[in-house]
């Protein structure tokens, strides 16, 4: 028996936690405050929610339809629709699995954060620590070095990563998604509240919302709205489908899907304000201006909020573990959606059974995650984040919409999604993935890679490369072998 076949979520409770696991992950933490700060504060949430309800919600909706309807691997729907279309399936899942390798170094850095928050164990300057001990730098002579701490932490997550996903969907990811989950926003609430008692938090909290209304004349800030709405909400990455294959029957499809995106868009903007009031106590007790303190991803978490724990004092040693954890729990819940699109497709395809799968594709993981341990991790990861993301998944997102509204014909879907939820689709649906959504991702995808090539060096172009010749060639692999069953 096929492992879909096997497969399937126990509840729609569990069913709603795991995609709330899968929407919420490290980007919500980081990357949204970001996003919104640099995008005109208070006027970014106006395309912001225009891209939510114009692209985000039709295109979950035509994914849970189809992985509710077809109840097969993603690639196995494509290779229906037509032969041909198999290796966009393979391309997609590929560079979804990629992602999954290098989150969990992510995810090893914040373990190796995790473990010294208890005594502040980075010292006085957590940018050197950082460096040292755990991210590495660009100095390319670093790149034959090895970060143990990185490696160590990162390896103990596979292990414990494959212990759970080997259980199988309900078993393991259900039941490991209905206790980090709501732990999750226990914590979250705990830091963010308290981070509203902090004097200057209303520094933080003005200097996020000022709008700067000219800035929705500009095209980049609502590039940058579709931009967040793919990546906060995992559109078009076979994750969203590959979950929704294993749902069981009477599932309210329309209801589930604004469920999920309205709980993940709330605890995004309450996540905003929990940073900007921490980083508006930050400003106030360091005399910083407030645009010196805010970066992304990585400066953020593992720079900035690290000095700050520093400087709080008692509550500082409380305060950092809980974050740290967090952290860990929202990367771990999205790494299982990441990494079950390309692991359903091979069991798919060759008759795996669900253990072995994932047996297999967590030791390729681990020998991934020792390239993306070298003294140049934090740099690797970049250059191949910003590709994968803006390159690669990008142009496969526009290419299923045509393939799915065109050539398959998404009104055959509309009855499935109609039957039990309480919310219908129709003809403006229809219209959206047909014609608004494929022009919409692809001009984003023009400007991603235009600015994607405009400063790259020679070693990130290198890296470009050998990750496309890897994922192509691994695509025209798969999809020239002969499945088990024909």
Not at 160 to 173: C, L, N, Q
Not at 464 to 484: E, Q, R, Y
Request: with cysteine; aromatic share 16%.
């Amino acid at each position: 028996m096929k492992m879909n076949q096997q497969s399937q979520w126990g509840s729609i409770f569990t069913f709603i936690l795991a995609m709330i696991g899968l929407t919420i992950g490290i980007g919500n933490l980081w990357r949204f405050s970001y996003v919104l700060y640099s995008n005109g504060g208070g006027s970014f949430f106006i395309p912001y929610v225009i891209a939510i309800l114009v692209m985000g919600i039709p295109f979950l909706i035509l994914e849970y339809g189809l992985g509710f309807s077809f109840k097969k691997s993603f690639s196995n729907l494509m290779h229906s629709i037509r032969p041909e279309f198999e290796i966009i399936a393979w391309m997609l899942v590929l560079f979804v699995f990629i992602v999954v390798t290098y989150y969990m170094v992510i995810l090893g850095w914040d373990f190796a954060y995790l473990l010294n928050s208890f005594t502040l164990g980075w010292g006085n300057d957590p940018s050197s620590f950082f460096t040292s001990y755990v991210g590495g730098s660009s100095n390319l002579a670093s790149a034959t070095t090895i970060i143990f701490p990185t490696l160590i932490c990162t390896l103990i997550l596979w292990a414990i990563f494959w212990a759970v996903s080997a259980k199988g969907v309900d078993k393991g990811i259900g039941r490991i998604s209905a206790i980090l989950i709501p732990l999750l926003f226990i914590i979250m609430i705990l830091i963010f509240v308290y981070a509203f008692t902090l004097p200057g938090f209303s520094i933080g909290i003005t200097t996020l919302l000022t709008p700067d209304w000219s800035a929705l004349l500009n095209v980049n800030v609502w590039l940058a709205a579709f931009g967040q709405t793919i990546f906060t909400l995992s559109i078009g990455q076979a994750m969203v489908y590959t979950y929704a294959s294993y749902l069981p029957k009477n599932s309210k499809l329309v209801d589930e899907v604004l469920l999920v995106v309205v709980a993940n868009t709330l605890y995004e903007i309450f996540t905003a304000f929990g940073v900007f009031s921490i980083l508006g106590y930050m400003s106030l007790t360091s005399s910083m201006p407030m645009n010196e303190l805010v970066s992304e991803g990585t400066g953020l978490i593992f720079i900035v909020f690290p000095q700050i724990f520093t400087t709080m004092g008692p509550i500082g040693h409380v305060l950092a573990p809980l974050l740290f954890i967090s952290i860990l729990f929202a990367g771990f819940t999205s790494s299982f959606a990441l990494f079950e699109p390309l692991l359903s497709s091979l069991c798919d395809k060759f008759g795996w059974s669900r253990k072995k799968g994932v047996t297999i594709l967590t030791v390729v993981a681990c020998i991934g995650t020792v390239i993306f341990s070298t003294g140049i991790s934090s740099y690797l990861v970049e250059i191949v984040d910003g590709f994968v993301n803006n390159f690669g998944i990008l142009i496969l997102i526009g290419i299923q919409a045509i393939i799915f509204g065109w050539f398959y014909g998404v009104e055959k879907v509309m009855p499935v999604l109609n039957e039990f939820s309480t919310f219908k689709v129709g003809k403006t649906w229809v219209f959206t993935i047909k014609y608004l959504l494929p022009i919409l991702l692809i001009v984003i995808w023009v400007f991603g890679v235009a600015t994607l090539f405009k400063d790259a060096n020679s070693l990130e172009i290198a890296v470009d490369i050998v990750v496309t010749i890897l994922v192509v060639g691994l695509s025209v692999l798969f999809t020239k072998l002969k499945p088990k069953n024909s």
